[in-house]
C-alpha cells in the first residue's frame, strides 16, 4: 500500500543535542512537507519541498534544516539552535498542483527534549 | 494570513448536527478541510475549489463562499466516529507552487 512513513515515533532528545526525524513516501509525490503541531496552535509550516535537490523554508525554518537527495525521503533535523523543539511533527506529501486528493500525512513524531 | 477557525470547540450527542466555519483575510483559491484523531495523521477529507461546487460524502458536506472568503464544515447525523479535531488548510494561488496554511483546528466530541 501506498503511504508516508514516519520514525521514530516518539523521540527523546537531551539539550545541546541534533536529532534526525525520517520521512519516506512510496506515492511518487513531487511535493513533501514539514509541520510542527503544539496545543492550539494548528500546524505551522517548517520547510518544503517541490522536487529532488531543492526546499523552501517556511513560517518558522529557524533551528531546522532538511534535505531531498531523493524523491521518496525528504528528513528533518532538529539543530540545538531550535530553543523549543518540543512537539508533534507531521511529514506531507502531494502531488505538484495538489489537485483533488489534498495532502497525504504521516502518523507523526512525537519529540520530547528531556 | 494564518485562517480563523469557530467555534474552537463542540460538544455533541450522536444524531446532532454541527457547522465548522473557517474564514481568510486573504483571497483564496481553494479550501481544504481534515480530521485528525488524537494522536494520529490527519485525514483529507474533501477539498472545496474556487468557483468550484459544494463537496459532500455521506453526512458530511462543506461549501465555499469566495466573496466572504469563507468555507463552512457541515455534519449533520453526528456519530461516534466524527469526534477528533478538524482542520481547513487555505491555499492562495497567485503563481507558482502553493502550499496549505492551517487554521487552529474545532475539536468535536460526540456523545452517545
Known amino acids: 500500500d501506498g503511504g508516508i512513513t514516519q520514525s521514530p515515533k516518539y523521540l527523546f532528545r537531551k539539550e545541546g543535542q541534533n536529532v534526525t526525524l525520517s520521512c519516506e513516501q512510496n506515492?511518487?509525490?513531487?511535493?513533501m512537507y514539514w509541520y510542527r503541531q503544539d496545543p492550539g496552535q494548528g500546524l505551522r509550516l517548517i520547510y518544503y519541498?517541490?522536487?529532488?535537490?531543492?526546499?523552501q523554508k517556511g513560517d518558522i525554518a529557524e533551528g531546522y534544516s532538511v534535505s531531498r537527495e531523493k524523491k521518496e525521503s525528504f528528513p528533518l533535523t532538529v539543530t540545538s539552535a531550535q530553543k523549543n523543539p518540543t512537539a508533534f511533527y507531521l511529514c506531507?506529501?502531494?502531488?505538484?498542483?495538489?489537485?483533488?486528493?489534498?495532502?497525504?500525512f504521516g502518523s507523526g513524531t512525537r519529540l520530547t527534549v528531556v | 494570513q494564518q485562517p480563523v477557525q469557530s467555534p474552537q470547540a463542540v460538544i455533541l450527542r450522536e444524531g446532532e448536527d454541527a457547522v465548522i466555519n473557517c474564514s481568510s483575510s486573504?483571497?483564496?483559491?481553494?479550501v481544504h478541510w481534515y480530521r485528525q484523531k488524537h494522536g494520529e495523521a490527519p485525514v483529507f477529507l474533501m477539498i472545496?475549489?474556487?468557483?468550484?461546487e459544494q463537496k459532500g460524502h455521506d453526512k458530511i458536506s462543506a461549501s465555499f463562499n469566495e466573496k466572504k472568503q469563507q468555507s463552512s464544515l457541515y455534519l449533520t447525523a453526528s456519530q461516534l466516529s466524527y469526534s477528533g479535531t478538524y482542520f481547513c488548510?487555505?491555499?492562495?494561488?497567485?503563481?507558482?507552487?502553493?502550499?496549505?496554511?492551517f487554521g487552529t483546528g474545532t475539536r468535536l466530541l460526540v456523545s452517545p
Open positions: 506531507a506529501s502531494s502531488t505538484h498542483t495538489l489537485s483533488n486528493y489534498g495532502y497525504t
Open positions: 506515492l511518487n509525490h513531487d511535493a
Open positions: 519541498s517541490q522536487i529532488v535537490n531543492d526546499f
Open positions: 486573504k483571497a483564496l483559491y481553494s
Open positions: 472545496l475549489l474556487k468557483g468550484g
Open positions: 488548510g487555505t491555499e492562495m494561488r497567485n503563481t507558482g507552487f502553493q502550499k496549505l496554511v
